[in-house]
C-alpha cells in the first residue's frame, strides 16, 4: 500500500471518532438519573397523581407548559381543566412547582440527564414556593 | 421515475418501521440489531473503501493548482491554492474540508449568442456549506443521548442553537437551516433543467433519505412525542453494549432510528463516501512539487529491457558483416 502508515492513521482516526460513545460508554452502567417525588405536598397526597395521565407528562409537560404560558399571557384565562375534569391554575411557578417544589431534585435533575438547557428558571424560579415548603 | 422510486424506497422504509413497531411490536429488530448492524456495515464498509483507494495506483502527481507555482524568490507563490510542501497541502486539505473552496470556485458556462459566458455560481456552494455544517452541529447535539454526563460542550451548542428561544421544545437553528439546505439542493435537482437530466436515483436517495431522517427527528420533538428519558436509556444501553429495550416509548423514534440505520448502512457504498473519499484526492492533498521531488509510480515493476546499445554489442559482429551501420566500431 502506497503511503500506507498515512492511511492506517487515518482509518484510526476514523474508527476513534466513529466509535466515540462506545469508548466513553466502555464498562459503564448506565445511571438513571434521580427523580425525586419527595416534597411535602406530593408527600400528602392520597393519590400519587400529576396533573395528567404519568405518560404524557413525561413526554409533553413542556408543551403543556407552553399552551399555559400562551393561555395565560395572551388569552387571560387562568383555569386548566385536565382530561378528568379537574380544574389547576395555569402557573409555572404555582401550579407546577408547589407540588414538585424540590426543583434540582426532580426537574433539572431530569433536565441535565437529557441535556436539555431549560431557561425558564431564569425568571420563574419558584421563590414563593421554596420558602415556605411548597404551600401557598 | 428516477425520483419516484427513491421516494417509494424512503416512504416504504419509514412505513415498514413504523408498522413493524406499532403492530408486530419488533423493537428489538428495529431498536437493536438493525442499529448494530447498520453500524457494522458502517465501519467495516468504510474501511474497507479506503483500503481500496489506499492501494490503488498513483501514477503522476496530479495536483490541481489555482495559484502561482513556488518558482523564483521574486515570484508571489500562492501557498495554498498551489502548495509545495506537504503542510501546505495540509492546509488547502483542511479549508477544503471546512469550506468546500473548490465549490466556491464552481462556474456557471452559458452561450450567448455565439459567445460562451462564464459566470459565478455559488447556490450550490452555500447550500452545500449550510447543510453540511448543519448536519455536523446536529450530530454533536445528538451526543447528548450518548454521554453521561453531558458535556458542558455538547450542552453548550444545544444552547447556541436555540439561542432565539422559540417555542418550547425550543426550536434549533440548525433544525430550520438542515430542512432548507436539503430543499434546496433537492429542488436543484428538480428544477434546474440540465441537473436533473445528470441526476440519477443515487443522487436522489441520499436526499430524501436525508430529508426523512430530519422530518422524522423534528416530527418526533414536536408532534409524535416519545419519551425522552427512555431514549437516552436506550442509547445508553446500545453504546454500553447492554441494549436495554423500551416498548413504550413511541413508535416514532423506531421510524426515526430505522431511517438513520440505513443512512449509515448505505453511507459506504454510495456516493456519500465522499467523506472518507475527499481526504484521498490525490488532485487535492498532493503538494505541486513535481518540479522539486521526481514523483515515482510506486506501483512501477522492474522491466526487462533491452536497449539498443545492448543489442548492438551482442550483433555487432554479425551487423558488421552484412553491412549495418553502427554507432560504435567496438
Ligand atoms: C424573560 C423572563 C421569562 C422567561 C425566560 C420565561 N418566562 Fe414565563 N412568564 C414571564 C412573565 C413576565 C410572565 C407573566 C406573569 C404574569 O402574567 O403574572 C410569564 C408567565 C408564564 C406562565 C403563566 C403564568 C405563570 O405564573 O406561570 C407560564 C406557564 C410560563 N410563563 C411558562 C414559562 C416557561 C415554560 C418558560 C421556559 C420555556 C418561561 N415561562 C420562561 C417571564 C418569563
Ligand atoms: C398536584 C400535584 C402536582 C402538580 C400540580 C404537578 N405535578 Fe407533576 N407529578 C406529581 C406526582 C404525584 C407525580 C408522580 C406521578 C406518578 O408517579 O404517577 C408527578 C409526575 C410528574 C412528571 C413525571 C416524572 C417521572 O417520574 O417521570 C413530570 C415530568 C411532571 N410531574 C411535571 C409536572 C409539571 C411540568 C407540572 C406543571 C405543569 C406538574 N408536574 C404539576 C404531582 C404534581
Ligand atoms: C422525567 C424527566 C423530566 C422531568 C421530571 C421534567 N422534565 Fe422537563 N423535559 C424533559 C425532557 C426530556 C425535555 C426535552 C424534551 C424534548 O427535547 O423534546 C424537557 C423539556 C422541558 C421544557 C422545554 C425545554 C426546551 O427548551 O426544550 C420545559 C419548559 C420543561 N421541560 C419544564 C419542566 C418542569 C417545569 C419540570 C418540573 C416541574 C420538568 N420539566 C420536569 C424531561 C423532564
Redesign the pocket.
Known amino acids: 500500500m502506497h503511503k500506507g502508515t498515512r492511511i492506517i492513521a487515518f482509518i484510526a482516526v476514523f474508527l476513534i471518532i466513529a466509535t466515540m460513545p462506545f469508548l466513553a460508554n466502555h464498562g459503564q452502567a448506565s445511571a438513571d438519573p434521580e ?1 425525586s ?1 419527595d416534597t411535602p ?2 408527600n400528602e ?1 392520597p393519590v ?4 395528567e395521565p ?1 405518560q404524557d ?2 413526554s409533553e ?2 408543551q ?2 407552553d399552551s ?1 404560558r400562551d393561555r395565560v399571557v395572551r388569552e387571560g384565562q387562568t383555569t386548566y381543566v385536565n382530561s378528568v375534569g379537574q380544574p ?1 391554575e395555569m402557573s ?1 411557578d404555582e ?2 412547582l ?3 417544589s424540590n426543583r434540582e431534585q ?2 433539572d435533575s ?1 433536565h441535565s440527564y437529557s441535556g436539555v438547557d431549560v431557561y425558564c428558571w431564569s425568571c420563574h424560579d419558584g421563590a414563593s414556593n421554596n420558602s415556605n415548603g411548597g404551600v401557598e | 421515475m428516477k425520483i419516484g422510486l427513491p421516494l417509494l424506497a424512503v416512504v416504504a422504509l419509514a412505513a415498514l418501521a413504523w408498522l413493524g413497531c406499532e403492530y408486530l411490536r419488533l423493537q428489538v429488530l428495529f431498536g437493536v440489531v438493525l442499529p448494530y448492524l447498520a453500524l457494522l456495515l458502517f465501519l467495516v464498509g468504510f474501511v474497507y473503501r479506503v483500503v481500496l483507494w489506499g492501494r490503488s495506483a498513483v501514477p503522476f502527481n496530479i495536483t490541481t493548482t489555482c495559484g502561482q507555482q513556488k518558482s523564483l524568490p521574486w515570484v508571489k507563490h500562492d501557498r495554498l491554492e498551489n502548495p509545495s510542501s506537504t503542510t501546505g497541502a495540509i492546509g488547502r486539505m483542511i479549508l477544503e474540508v471546512l469550506l468546500f473552496r473548490s465549490l466556491f470556485r464552481n462556474l456557471r458556462t452559458e452561450k450567448r449568442g455565439a459567445r460562451i459566458s462564464f459566470g459565478s455560481a455559488k447556490w450550490l456552494w452555500l447550500g452545500g456549506l449550510v447543510f453540511h455544517w448543519s448536519l455536523l452541529v446536529v450530530l454533536l447535539r445528538h451526543l447528548r443521548l450518548f454521554l453521561e454526563p453531558v458535556p458542558v460542550v455538547i450542552s453548550g451548542i444545544g444552547a447556541v442553537d436555540g439561542m432565539f428561544q422559540i417555542g418550547v421544545p425550543v426550536l434549533f437553528l440548525t433544525d430550520i437551516t438542515i430542512l432548507a439546505a436539503l430543499a434546496f439542493l433537492f429542488a436543484r435537482r428538480v428544477l434546474a433543467p440540465r441537473i436533473r437530466y445528470l441526476s440519477l436515483p443515487a443522487d436522489y436517495f441520499p436526499l430524501l433519505l436525508l430529508l426523512g431522517v430530519v422530518i422524522s427527528g423534528i416530527l418526533m420533538r414536536y408532534a409524535f412525542k416519545v419519551d425522552m ?1 427512555q431514549v437516552k436509556e436506550m442509547m445508553l444501553g446500545l453504546a454500553s453494549l447492554h441494549p436495554q429495550l423500551s416498548m413504550s416509548a413511541g413508535s416514532a423514534l423506531y421510524v426515526h432510528i430505522f431511517l438513520v440505520s440505513v443512512l449509515f448502512a448505505y453511507f459506504p457504498w454510495s456516493k456519500l463516501m465522499h467523506a472518507g473519499g475527499i481526504f484521498l484526492s490525490p488532485t487535492r492533498n498532493m503538494p505541486n512539487n513535481s518540479r522539486q521531488v521526481r514523483h515515482i509510480n510506486p506501483w512501477n515493476y522492474p522491466v526487462q529491457v533491452h536497449s539498443y546499445v545492448e543489442y548492438e554489442d551482442e550483433y555487432r559482429e554479425k551487423m558488421r558483416k552484412v553491412g549495418l551501420p553502427l554507432d560504435k566500431e567496438g
Open positions: 427523580v417525588l405536598a406530593v397526597m400519587k397523581q400529576c396533573i404519568l407528562m413525561r409537560h413542556m403543556i407548559l399555559w389547576y409555572l401550579t407546577c408547589s407540588c414538585h426532580f426537574c431530569c | 428519558l
